[in-house]
């Protein structure tokens, strides 16, 4: 149960450990936020307009140091964090504005797979600093994959894109992020690819991300992904919620952001039911843990708050 509760992104303190509570959702595609006054910057796509990378990373810095900040004013007295004064930013968005019909194209590097990359890549590196064990902040590179609307039917969209457009187009600046930008988190998407839940696809999580590319880092679901492989309204991939935490977390995936369309107040429920009927092995849900603290160490959560 204890275990469970740490796979959601509403986190709780474990007071006999020291452990404080952690909200994991922050956003900060062109600045810090819905956390106060900060400092905005042009929407992603405008700023893909400049073609200046070296740009983008120094935005990228200015954004890092701001949530540092926001993380330090509102820090409490155990070290725990609130909705969007935490270190763990969901972003960027480096999906392929494709489809003018998606809403979410604004917050995207446009069209180009290697313009996105570079950005991208620009973006993550000026997010987390230069010191990996480190980081300022860390940042989270969504959404894996082949996200790009139309906005209508998001949930319900199941991809399939030639496997040549797969390698040649949505997949290169996913690449570029694990490889070059050393991204420590990934969030995984709403839609299916070529049949399956992309939260729950082995195909994206374990042989591109991990296997393929040596990814390191946690998997963070998109907010109500999870809950997209069992719900008839959406993908329908399980029949039921524990079945469909078994296989998101056995494919990969690490972290639920909440299904905001239940109210967020299932999934460790869900998680339980699914170890105590054998359908999720104990070991992966350690290991999602293991990730998901390793980060949080790493970050300086865990670190003693100063009574000043």
């Known amino acids: 149960d204890e275990k469970a509760q740490q796979l959601g992104h509403i986190a709780p303190a474990i007071p006999r450990l020291n452990v404080p509570e952690y909200n994991w959702w922050n956003e900060g595609l062109h600045g810090v936020a819905r956390a106060g006054i900060a400092t905005v910057f042009p929407q992603a796509i405008g700023m893909a307009a400049s073609w200046d990378p070296d740009l983008m990373h120094t935005v990228g810095t200015t954004v890092s140091t701001e949530f540092r900040a926001k993380y330090a004013e509102r820090v409490h007295a155990n070290g725990g964090t609130d909705f969007y004064r935490g270190l763990t930013v969901w972003s960027p968005n480096i999906n392929i504005f494709r489809d003018p019909r998606w809403g979410r194209g604004q917050e995207t590097y446009g069209e180009d797979p290697f313009l996105t990359g570079r950005m991208g890549v ?19 590179a969504k959404h894996f994959a082949v996200h790009s609307g139309p906005e209508e039917g998001r949930h319900q969209q199941d991809m399939k894109p030639s496997a040549h ?23 995984c998407a709403y839609n299916a690819l070529y049949d399956v839940p992309a939260c729950a696809s082995t195909e994206l999580m374990q042989k591109h991300l991990r296997d393929d590319w040596g990814f390191k880092g946690y998997v963070v679901s998109d907010c109500g992904a999870a809950a ?6 959406s993908l329908h991939y399980t029949k039921t919620a524990p079945e469909a935490v078994a296989v998101a ?7 639920i952001c909440g299904d905001y369309r239940n109210n967020m107040t299932t999934e460790p429920e869900n998680i339980v039911a699914a170890v105590k009927s054998g359908l999720l092995p104990q070991a ?11 980060a949080r160490y790493r970050l300086g959560l865990m670190d003693p708050v100063s009574a000043s």
């Not at 457009?165 to 969030?187: C, I, K």
């Not at 992966?284 to 390793?294: I, K, N, W, Y």
């Open 122 to 140: 620009a973006y993550i590196t000026g997010l987390q600093g230069d010191d990996p064990a480190h980081p300022r902040v860390i940042a989270t």
């Open 165 to 187: 457009d797969l390698e040649d187009t949505y997949l290169p600046a996913f690449r570029a992020a694990v490889t070059q930008g050393q991204v420590q988190s990934v969030m």
């Open 228 to 233: 997209n492989i069992y719900r008839q309204d």
């Open 249 to 255: 977390f056995k494919a990969g995936m690490d972290l």
């Open 284 to 294: 992966v849900v350690d290991q999602a843990l293991e990730r998901l603290f390793t």
